[in-house]
């Protein structure tokens, strides 16, 4: 089956870290990039991070530059989110998804989430 | 960065109405690069158009999408039950990509 599924996601108080991670399955993972979009509780969707298929090229929203690291494990089939320095704006539902098309960031495949709070 | 606007924040319609939501943003979004997404609570979204105006695979034909330039629409022409959710538009023309705040088309 062709899935994504987040978990790593909990409570970290203000200027925490929390690791998240994404496993694939069901397509050929190392093919395709991928990425971090977020939902803060009541507000819309935001892109925060996108990583090319061989891992190579970082993208990063200004919100989080400088305090999250995306990488990946294609041996693994996994995406990762190293989030350090968090700060209560942090606080959301955190999605990964991936970019069917080199270049064209839309998402044709998104994971249900994991929800991270930050809080003391 | 380029700000998309969704109207109208809600719409309150019956099974089998049309549905037309809006999404308009702040600069020419550049070769349509405008999707949509459905998204139901507790659901990962589901991507439902790009391109301004191509299904995405497996999306039934009621869902359809236009536009071009600022502004941009999707029509789910009978609303079927399982329809009733959240849609966001994205643009990804121009980085970084952005999203529209949504429209919640609920049951009437």
């Known amino acids: 089956e062709v899935q994504l599924l987040e978990s790593g996601g909990g409570l970290a108080q203000p200027g925490g870290s929390l690791r998240l991670s994404c496993a694939a399955s069901?397509?050929?993972?190392?093919?395709?990039?991928m990425s971090w979009v977020r939902q803060p509780p009541g507000k819309g969707l935001e892109w925060v991070s996108s990583?090319?298929?061989?891992?190579?090229?970082?993208y990063y929203a200004d919100s989080v530059k400088g305090r999250f690291t995306i990488s990946r494990d294609n041996f693994k089939n996994t995406l990762y989110l190293q989030m350090n320095s968090l700060r209560a704006e942090d606080t959301a539902g955190y999605y990964c998804?991936?970019?069917?098309?080199?270049?064209?960031?839309?998402?044709?495949?998104w994971g249900r989430g994991t929800l991270v709070t930050v809080s003391s | 960065e380029i700000v998309l606007t969704q109207s109208p924040g809600t719409l309150s319609l019956s099974p089998g109405e049309r549905a037309t939501l809006s999404c308009r943003a702040s600069q020419t979004i550049s070769s349509s690069y405008l999707a949509w997404y459905q998204h139901k609570p507790g659901q990962a979204p589901r991507l439902l158009v790009y391109?301004?105006?191509s299904r995405a695979t497996g999306i039934p034909d009621r869902f359809s999408g236009s536009g071009s330039g600022t502004d941009f629409t999707l029509t789910i022409s009978r609303l079927e039950p399982e329809d009733f959710a959240v849609y966001y538009c994205e643009q990804y023309g121009t980085s970084p990509p952005t999203f529209g705040g949504g429209t919640k088309v609920e049951i009437k």
């Open positions: 990583i090319s298929g061989s891992g190579g090229l970082t």
């Open positions: 069901g397509f050929s993972f190392s093919s395709y990039g």
């Open positions: 998804a991936k970019i069917p098309v080199a270049g064209q960031w839309y998402f044709d495949l």
């Open positions: 391109g301004a105006s």
